[in-house]
């Protein structure tokens, strides 16, 4: 599988004495930019009580005598990124964090800073035999038809800049240097044809079911204990705006991240053991609906009612990443009735289901974990959403009455303070029911 990968490398400039005025009229200039649409934005939103969005915003500044400062792709990437930072501070204070301020003007008394100005394909080009790269002025900044700014780059020895889609001129404090990014296509083998099915949930955060006929869950709790102790911590601040509590939601944020991407790492090693090429994920879409599980909808905490959606996104685009890179597809497929279907008869039932957290069915007999059984009627899915060759599990393991015993994957922090120390993961033998 052929993959897209993007690096970026940062160059120094040879000829830095050269370039630096052309490079800091730039900079200055996309400062300005940034200024004025700070500005236009504040008008709006005291008129309208809105900010505008980037769109409106570029086609009411694209006249402005300062957009034609830079190159018209680098304009808008100014106040592109303008309205990033606006999204940012809108994220900040749905998040609770209320000392968050907007974005801030680009100007200390007169001065302006030199603000980092970026090159689309229309705004630069690369020499990769001289090892240069010629960067576009604005309209107003040439003072001839072919007045470009010249650099001369070096990168480290062991990098080769090619295919490059966009350089970036960032001052470092000291001087100007080259962010260039570049895209590259590797292959990444296919581990092999075996199959794999994860239903994501709340008491388990995942279940994975493998075509190799083995199981595996990751239990929440390692989440579901810091949702707690942070929500404590946090209220028992002074107020929701100190250091303290905002030191607290960084913590926490730190935390969920870490335990999202340390989930995906160990799938996605266990897949790469197992020669699976293909994963399969249930649309997130239905876990946020009521259905007969009996399961609640988010962890109850006052506070965090839109982690568990929240979690399950990132999840699923970290594993889509992380899989990727390991030549594993990651498939999303519907996951209706998923959880009501019996994963050796096919029977669906309402009844089939008849304890909290197990399986049985009355047709066939099996008993397993529920999740699991979900995980293995997702990874079933596959064959309906892409064209993969299912390995079925071998028939001897479709006899009725089979009791699947999945692995657990229990998320270990160090000692019982949940403030400090990453995880790791322990296999712990299983019941059934866990
Ligand atoms: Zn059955």
Redesign the pocket.
Same mark, same amino acid.
């Given at each position: 599988m052929a993959i897209q990968v993007t690096r970026t490398y940062v160059a120094t400039i040879r000829n830095q004495q050269q370039v630096q005025s052309g490079l800091d009229s730039l900079g200055f200039a996309a400062s300005k930019l940034w200024n004025i649409a700070r500005w236009t934005c504040d008008r709006i939103w005291s008129e309208t009580g809105t900010i505008p969005e980037d769109g409106p915003l570029k086609a009411y500044l694209k006249n402005h005598e300062r957009y034609a400062d830079l190159n018209s792709q680098s304009s808008q990437r100014v106040i592109e990124e303008l309205a990033e930072a606006f999204h940012g501070w809108y994220a900040k204070r749905r998040n609770g964090d209320d000392r968050a301020n907007p974005p801030k003007y680009r100007k200390s008394g007169d001065d302006h800073p030199r603000s980092t100005v970026t090159f689309k394909e229309d705004g630069f080009k690369h020499d990769p035999k001289n090892n240069r790269i010629r960067l576009s002025k604005g309209r107003n900044l040439k003072e001839h038809w072919s007045d470009f700014i010249l650099c001369e780059i070096e990168t480290r020895p062991d990098v080769t800049i090619g295919n490059v889609r966009q350089v970036k001129a960032v001052w470092n404090g000291d001087e100007w240097e080259l962010h260039i990014v570049c895209k590259h296509e590797i292959e990444a083998e296919s581990p092999g044809d075996e199959t794999a099915g994860i239903d994501l949930g709340i008491s388990n955060f995942a279940a994975v079911s493998y075509s190799t006929s083995d199981h595996e869950l990751y239990p929440g709790n390692a989440l579901k204990t810091d949702e707690r102790y942070f929500a404590k911590e946090i209220a028992k601040c002074n107020s929701s705006r100190s250091n303290k509590a905002l030191k607290l939601r960084q913590k926490r944020s730190e935390r969920r991240s870490h335990y999202l991407h340390a989930v995906a790492k160990h799938i996605v090693t266990e897949c790469v053991e197992r020669g699976v090429g293909t994963i399969a994920v249930g649309n997130l879409e239905g876990i946020r609906e009521d259905d007969e599980t009996g399961e609640p909808r988010n962890w109850g905490d006052r506070g965090n009612e839109g982690l568990h959606g929240w979690a399950l996104d990132r999840f699923t685009n970290l594993l889509t990443y992380k899989a990727k890179t390991e030549g594993i597809a990651v498939v999303v497929v519907s996951e209706r009735d998923t959880s009501k279907t =019996?994963s050796? =008869?096919g029977?669906k039932r309402d009844a089939n289901r008849v304890e909290r957290g197990l399986y049985v069915?009355r047709?066939?007999g099996?008993v397993m974990n529920a999740d699991s059984n979900g995980a293995e009627n997702i990874r079933c899915r596959l064959d309906q959403a892409e064209k993969v060759t299912l390995n079925p599990r071998s028939s001897g393991d479709r006899s009725s009455g089979r009791v699947a015993r999945p692995v657990v994957n229990l998320f270990r922090r160090g000692e019982h303070d949940p403030s400090c120390g990453q995880g790791t993961f322990a296999e712990q033998a299983s019941s059934c029911k866990s």
């Open positions: =019996c050796c =008869c029977q069915c047709n066939c099996t």
